[in-house]
T-cell receptor, first 111, second 118 residues
């Protein structure tokens, strides 16, 4: 089945620094979604990308969909302690509307 | 808008008992709800798709007789873990997809139910 792999699995970031998490697939994706899950919480939808090369920004977060639609990235600038959590990418399969999640990147911020 | 609730938020039960978890879409109608399971420090794994008025569709490896799903209305789906065992201890999360209106591709997640089986 369709799988998405995320790297890195863990990310320790110094407050104020930037970091990027990546999502990769061996097959072409029709879409990619990103979610954030705070410790003890549930996934919260951040964004969906559908177009080749698409770039979307939400304040300090920049989301990109690769030209070949096989990878995506989430870049966070000037990391804050509120950015702590696990960031998941997921792809929505049209048939059945099922979401397949990547393994997640667990982000810890050092003050 | 697009709020999904789950009840209970946590439950502790004895091995062999059954536990029912409710998932409700509070301010929208959801023709489809999804049930996920998440073990500590792992990703979400889809267990089944719950369709209003019809049988649920289970993912490979998920026992339908153990995880009973009922989607009685456009705002309520229930997951019953029957004869629970300690290995069923996990975080169970539901999500709901809007029937109509904006963002029908978006799934809205409930707060999750933490099940501990002793």
């Amino acid at each position: 089945g369709q799988q998405v792999m995320q790297i890195p699995q863990y990310q320790h970031v110094q407050e104020g620094e930037d970091f990027t998490t990546y999502c990769n697939s061996s097959t072409t994706l029709s879409n990619i979604q990103w979610y954030k899950q705070r410790p003890g919480g549930h996934p919260v939808f951040l964004i969906q990308l559908v177009k080749s090369g698409e770039v979307k920004k939400q304040k300090r977060l920049t989301f990109q969909f690769g030209e070949a639609k096989k990878n995506s990235s989430l870049h966070i600038t000037a990391t804050q302690t509120t950015d702590v959590g696990t960031y998941f990418c997921a792809t929505l399969k049209a048939a059945g509307n099922k979401l397949t999640f990547g393994g997640g990147t667990r982000v810890l911020v050092k003050p | 808008g697009a709020v999904v609730s789950q009840h209970p938020s946590w439950v502790i039960c004895k091995s062999g008992t059954s536990v029912k978890i409710e998932c409700r879409s509070l301010d929208f109608q959801a023709t489809t709800m999804f049930w996920y399971r998440q073990f500590p420090k792992q990703s979400l794994m889809l267990m089944a798709t719950s369709n209003e008025g019809s049988k649920a569709t289970y993912e490979q490896g998920v026992e339908k007789d153990k995880f009973l799903i009922n989607h009685a209305s456009l705002t309520l789906s229930t997951l019953t873990v029957t004869s629970a065992h300690p290995e069923d201890s996990s975080f169970y999360i539901c999500s709901a997809r809007r029937l109509a209106g904006p963002s029908t591709d978006t799934q809205y997640f409930g707060p999750g139910t933490r099940l501990t089986v002793l």
